[in-house]
């Protein structure tokens, strides 16, 4: 038997997953000390539940069949099931609701992709609040999340659906038309786009204004321009709200991380209002995103304003080692043998009390523990004996003894004392 993984799965070990371990640990201090606390959902829920919430997840989700003959399937993001959460057990409770969570999600992927199909990610969602502040709360957090993991070069791109939605009222086309303006804007397909917006009969203003807003890029000067171009087709207010949000990101000092992109789509079709991404140098894809839905919960009987993001800690684990900045990861302290177990575990159990992270290796040779510190990093090579714990220098025999009781580790780099 060949034991491989499935394609688009695959093994983390544990240097990687220690590292990934840090960058969820940073992210989620930022979350709580916003006010925002854990959740958990099951990896998987009714197919049925899932495309009421996000619409059809057809080649999107993995789809099973449980001994009750019900159609589930494993979430393919978080926000759908959260708000299901809220719907049915938070429904009576009093809100705004903020929560976080930490999750695996899965998407089935074409085979020639080559792209995961598990990953993990961390958010948050803020459910009954709307308006400028909450949506400036929900960037200022996802700049401030991003910035404590020590990723020191991004960018957040933030957008509205709201224009586009806007436009595609006043052009007073079909559905059909409006359905393939909206896939191109999804896809970023400019080209489409603009062939879209040279359909003969098109009020002007709609004509000139989509083919423009979705490459404005920029800070308030691209607001101001894509006022403009909303204004001649009637519907300038469309802009109202996102500009506040504007203004009160850059009182809070976190404008410096967002630019203004109104091409900003992102990948569900649930959002409202604002959508965000983030981008960092070098990377194809985005980091993370999110934005306003507020009609999910309306699909559960509960309707309410929501909006959140998530980061993909997989890729932004990338961008970190990409810029260096990748998290310290605490490694072993020391190995510890001797010839007697129950006294290497002993002498284990006092360091640990003294903060010690402990490799055992009973009945090791010194040569041996000297060997097992180098490979895994650990400071110290020692061992337990007559009732004492003795370091160990480099050709695995015996130095100067631990003071009793033993201190804390300080050696700032790893490696078997000389």
């Known amino acids: 038997m060949d034991p ?4 688009g799965f695959r093994d983390v070990l544990p240097q990687e997953a220690a590292e990934r371990t840090a960058i969820s640990e940073a992210l989620a201090r930022v979350f709580e000390a916003w006010g925002y606390g854990p959740v958990e959902t099951p990896v998987a829920e009714e197919l049925a539940v899932l495309e009421a919430g996000a619409g059809s997840l057809r080649g999107t989700a993995f789809r099973l069949f449980d001994s009750d003959g019900r159609l589930l399937a494993l979430r393919p993001e978080m926000t759908v099931p959260i708000a299901r959460l809220v719907a049915s057990r938070l429904a009576d409770a009093r809100g705004p609701h903020r929560m976080r969570y930490l999750a695996d999600v899965f998407r089935e992927q074409a085979s020639l992709r080559g792209q995961a199909r598990q990953f993990t990610q961390a958010g948050v969602e803020l459910i009954g609040a709307s308006g400028p502040a909450a949506d ?26 709201a224009v586009l939605g806007a436009l595609l009222e006043a052009s007073g086309a079909e559905e059909g038309w409006r359905g393939e ?9 400019l080209v489409e786009i603009d062939r879209l917006a040279a359909r003969e009969g098109l009020p002007t203003g709609v004509a000139r204004a989509l083919p423009a807003v979705v490459r404005l890029q920029g800070r308030r000067e691209a607001i101001a321009a894509c006022r403009e171009h909303v204004a001649a087709c009637g519907c300038a207010g469309v802009l109202d709200d996102f500009e506040a949000t504007w203004d009160i990101l850059e009182a809070a000092g976190v404008a410096d991380h967002v630019t203004v992109d109104f091409g900003t789509m992102r990948s569900f079709d649930y959002y ?3 959508v965000c991404e983030v981008l960092a140098p ?40 990409e810029q260096r900045a990748v998290p310290a990861v605490r490694r072993v302290d020391a190995v510890l043998t001797g010839e007697d177990a129950a006294e290497v575990f002993e002498a284990a159990s006092s360091l640990r009390q003294a903060g010690w992270r402990v490799r055992l290796a009973p009945g090791a040779s010194g040569e041996s523990a000297v060997a097992e510190a180098g490979a895994f990093g650990a400071f110290e090579a020692l061992r ?12 695995g025999q015996p130095a100067d003894p631990l003071p009793d009781p033993p201190a804390g580790p300080v050696r700032p780099e790893g490696g078997v004392r000389s």
Not at 4 to 7: A, H, K
Not at 136 to 161: C, I
């Open 4 to 7: 491989v993984t499935p394609r």
């Open 136 to 161: 400036a709360e929900m960037v200022a957090l996802l700049v401030e999340a991003v910035a404590a993991t020590g990723l020191g070069r991004f960018t957040v791109a933030l957008g509205t659906v």
């Open 181 to 189: 303006v909206r896939a191109a804007a999804h896809d970023r397909n």
């Open 272 to 274: 409202t209002g604002i």
């Open 282 to 321: 070098g990377l194809g894809l985005p980091v993370g995103g999110g934005g306003r839905y507020d009609g999910v919960l309306a699909a559960f009987g509960t309707p309410a304003p929501a909006a959140g993001f998530a980061v993909g800690i997989e890729r932004l684990h990338i961008a970190l080692t």
């Open 384 to 395: 337990a004996t007559g009732g004492r714990i003795v370091r160990l220098d480099r050709a």
